[in-house]
């Protein structure tokens, strides 16, 4: 089985690339089931969990190609794939290939939008607590969907003559409900007006693309998304927009490690609750002019409290890294978890380095150790198997990191992009 060996203490200097979001590649590849015309992707990151969307969307019709001009023919370096579903020959995603990712349950939006019809399993996915998918169902049955549960599958029926526009209110901001009902409100008949839409950049990102293809869509960005159907979406050349969540994952890892690394394309309007708090704790951060630049000097940093919260506030995807950096802060720490109730998974785990760290419903309370100690852990989830790796960058000796698929999901290149920084990791088979 393959493992990530890490020898702790190196410091982190030079540049790193940082990939396109994963966030927004799957809700963008997704998008592209809402027309019969091509949609090309530029900077997708080449990630296990965009593999498997892929499978998904070519069950629904859709033929992917990696594409190696840009729009005037000149050759191009950034990663892209086009997209092109003129018919939609299946409107079912079948368990076997949506219960490794939830984000693929997403489908369903477009299908219904286009097909006016979607049978969808329900959602698997990191197992980060119950992940219901109400606010979905509650979203498409505003827009006019009959909605049923056959036998694990979400069967939804648009009215006839197709989904139709209305206003609706989340009661909780929900990443995944907005970027459904969104696409779905796209061809609807007649205006939808989302509120408490979720801000998070990916939705912005996935707004704007959709925008390209002809929807027409006002309040993006904000948590009042308004949206007038068309009666067809158009094809489009679209960036996806560089991953904050890697972006911030790296910055945590200077952070423990010291050294001075330039995060390239990171953008910091994108992640600046996170930075904040990195500043508070003594890293130094700067803005370049195509990139984050990050310097710290390895010594423990302060400790400084945080509560995750939906986009602007401190992202639920970096409280594990978050967590590993103040295991090693100089005093205690109290991190309060409010997206997700079951996000502590890698507290077991980060206990195996020596970290002290104890949980009280949604709070944990860490106190910073002087010295964290290699050991062998095990990923439970895609960001929590991240924070092992950053603890284990910082560590005194030998890491090792067991079930690293669950980093694949979401991290492309991670043991290139850390060795080409000093980073003494390797991936190996034991
Ligand atoms: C997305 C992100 C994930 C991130 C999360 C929160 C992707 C592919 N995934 O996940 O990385 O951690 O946003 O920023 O973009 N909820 C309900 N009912 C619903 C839907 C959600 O109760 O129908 C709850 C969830 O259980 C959770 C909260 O709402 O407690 C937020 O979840 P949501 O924003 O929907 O997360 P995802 O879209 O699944």
Not at 29 to 54: C, F, G, H, W, Y
Not at 244 to 270: C, H, S, Y
Request: hydrophobic fraction near 45%.
């Amino acid at each position: 089985m393959e493992c990530i060996r890490l020898i702790g203490g190196n410091q982190l200097n030079g540049d790193l690339p940082i990939s396109g979001a994963k966030n927004a590649a799957l809700p963008l590849m997704i998008a592209s089931l809402l027309t019969e015309k091509e949609l090309v992707l530029r900077n997708v990151p080449d990630l296990a969990d965009v593999r498997q969307l892929q499978l998904i969307l070519k069950n629904h019709g859709a033929s992917i190609n990696p594409v190696s001009t840009d729009a005037n023919g000149e050759k191009v370096e950034s990663p892209s794939l086009s997209f092109n579903t003129p018919v939609i020959t299946d409107t079912c995603a079948p368990y076997d290939l949506v219960s490794a990712m939830r984000a693929s349950f997403w489908v369903i939006g477009p299908l219904l939008a286009r097909e006016h019809k979607a049978r969808v399993s329900l959602p698997g996915g990191c197992a980060i607590g119950t992940r219901p998918v109400d606010f979905y169902l509650d979203g498409l049955k505003a827009l006019g969907a009959n909605i049923e549960i056959d036998e694990g599958y979400i069967v939804a029926t648009a009215p006839k003559g197709g989904l139709v526009g209305s206003k609706l209110r989340f009661p909780k901001v929900s990443v995944g409900a907005t970027h459904v009902v969104m696409m779905a409100a796209t061809l609807a008949n007649g205006i939808t007006e989302i509120e408490n839409a979720a801000q998070e950049p990916e939705i912005g990102n996935v707004a704007r693309c959709l925008v390209a293809m002809g929807a027409k869509i006002s309040g993006i960005d904000t948590s009042h998304l308004v949206i007038e159907g068309v009666e067809k979406l158009g094809g489009a050349d679209f960036e996806v927009l560089p991953d904050r969540i890697e972006t911030g994952t790296f910055a945590m890892a200077v952070a423990m490690t010291g050294g001075n690394l330039l995060l390239k394309n990171g953008r910091p309007e994108n992640l600046q609750a996170a930075l904040n708090v990195l500043e508070l704790t003594g890293v130094n951060i700067s803005t370049e002019k195509n990139g984050i630049r990050i310097i710290a000097n390895g010594e423990r940093v302060r400790p400084v409290s945080v509560e995750t919260d939906p986009f602007p506030g401190f992202p639920t995807d970096l409280q594990a890294q978050y967590m590993a950096l103040m295991a090693r802060a100089d005093g205690t720490t109290k991190i309060r978890e409010t997206i997700f109730e079951n996000r502590f998974m890698h507290v077991a785990e980060l206990a195996r380095f020596g970290a002290d760290i104890s949980i009280e419903g949604q709070v944990a309370t860490i106190k910073g150790v002087k010295t964290l100690k290699g050991a062998q852990v095990m990923a439970t989830d895609l960001r929590a198997s991240v924070s092992l790796v950053i603890a284990g960058l910082a560590a005194k000796g030998e890491t090792f990191v067991n079930q690293i698929h669950h980093l694949d999901r979401g991290f492309e290149n991670l043991e290139e992009k850390l060795s080409n920084c000093g980073a003494d990791i390797s991936r190996v088979s034991l």
